[in-house]
């Protein structure tokens, strides 16, 4: 099975400041999505960037980018000019075919916290 | 994106209780998963529910316990039965959706369950 890991459980950044939350995963295919959500304390999921394995380019969403390294089989996400809003848990998700028909799995996530 | 609407958002349960979970697309989708995310974790996947076949669980995930419905391609219902303390968790519905840019995930906002 497919595993993903986030070693990061809390990380911190001032508002206006750049932060960087990593993940790795461990899989055998080639074909596959990559995804990081946001879940505020309203507990709603949301999609952040999505990144697709045969790309080689990184996805970017305004002020959210990706460094997806493929034969690293890292993704991290890299948040700039920080805002208080940003402040949620982030998850690190995988997802392909085999995997249940494109279900994800999850990281631990990592509480991000934004301070003044 | 997609409009996913689930019902209730929480609920205060009794031990042996059932508690059924709906969850409505505003538009036709093959796949649908529900996802469980115990106090302070991860989302853990429950099952697949495709319309029309029975729901695929996943490992430690039984039907007598977690009955799913999938009567058409825009609905679907988790039931959590003989509700305990341990089942106390957010249960979340999600679906996916083919765009242009391929495969995107999307939840719902969850159902907060607290069983006495």
């Known amino acids: 099975a497919q595993t993903v890991t986030q070693s990061q459980p809390e990380m911190s950044v001032q508002e206006a400041e750049t932060v960087t939350l990593s993940c790795t995963y461990d899989t055998s295919e080639s074909d596959y999505y990559l995804f990081w959500y946001k879940q505020p304390p309203s507990r709603q999921m949301i999609l952040v960037i999505r990144?697709?394995?045969?790309?080689?380019q990184n996805a970017t969403e305004n002020r959210f980018s990706v460094n997806f390294q493929k034969a690293a089989k890292s993704f991290s996400l890299k948040i700039s000019d920080s805002q208080l809003g940003d402040a949620a848990m982030y998850f690190c998700?995988?997802?392909?075919?085999?995997?249940?028909?494109?279900?994800?799995?999850f990281g631990k996530g990592t509480s991000l916290l934004v301070t003044p | 994106s997609a409009v996913i609407s689930q019902k209730p958002s929480r609920d205060i349960c009794q031990r042996g209780t059932s508690l059924t979970i709906q969850c409505q697309v505003d538009?036709?989708?093959?796949?649908m998963f529900w996802y469980r995310q115990q106090p302070g974790q991860s989302l853990t996947l429950i099952a697949t529910?495709?319309?029309?076949?029975?729901?695929?669980?996943e490992s430690g995930f039984v039907i007598d316990k977690f009955p799913i419905s999938r009567p058409n391609l825009t609905f679907s219902t988790l039931t959590v039965s003989n509700m305990s303390p341990e089942d106390s968790s957010i249960y979340l519905c999600?679906?996916?959706?083919?765009?242009?840019?391929?495969?995107?995930?999307?939840f719902g906002s969850g159902t907060q369950l607290s069983v006495l």
């Open positions: 998700a995988y997802s392909s075919f085999s995997n249940s028909g494109y279900a994800l799995n």
């Open positions: 990144q697709e394995a045969y790309k080689q």
């Open positions: 538009s036709q989708v093959t796949m």
């Open positions: 999600s679906v996916m959706r083919t765009g242009t840019t391929g495969e995107k995930l999307f």
């Open positions: 529910a495709n319309q029309g076949s029975e729901a695929t669980y």
